[in-house]
């Protein structure tokens, strides 16, 4: 997989309980994926993140997709871009 670019996205209800990682139980972070960075993502990798329900498609627009990341697991994965 091509290292995919993200963008951070911070909630604004501080009362939402954010999902944990199914591999290291650490809690994921919310982030904003275009659907060009997610077409650079393996098939399998969609897939199971879909089955997850780390991935939310079109929540934040109609090209941009919400996605669920373990900062821990993914650390060489994901480049997280400074807005």
């Known amino acids: 997989m091509d290292r995919v670019h ?3 996205v911070f909630c604004l ?3 939402y309980i954010f999902p944990r990682c199914h591999k290291c139980k ?8 275009e ?6 993502c ?5 897939k ?3 089955k997850l329900n ?3 498609v079109n929540a934040i627009s109609d090209d941009a997709h919400l996605i669920w990341l373990c900062k821990e697991c993914l650390s ?8």
């Open 13 to 15: 209800d501080e009362n």
């Open 26 to 33: 650490e809690e994921l972070s919310p982030f904003r994926i």
């Open 6 to 8: 993200v963008t951070k």
């Open 42 to 46: 393996s098939t399998e990798f969609v």
């Open 76 to 83: 060489n994965e994901i480049l997280i871009k400074d807005k």
């Open 35 to 40: 659907s060009t960075e997610l077409n650079k």
């Open 54 to 56: 780390y991935i939310r």
């Open 48 to 50: 199971h993140m879909m």
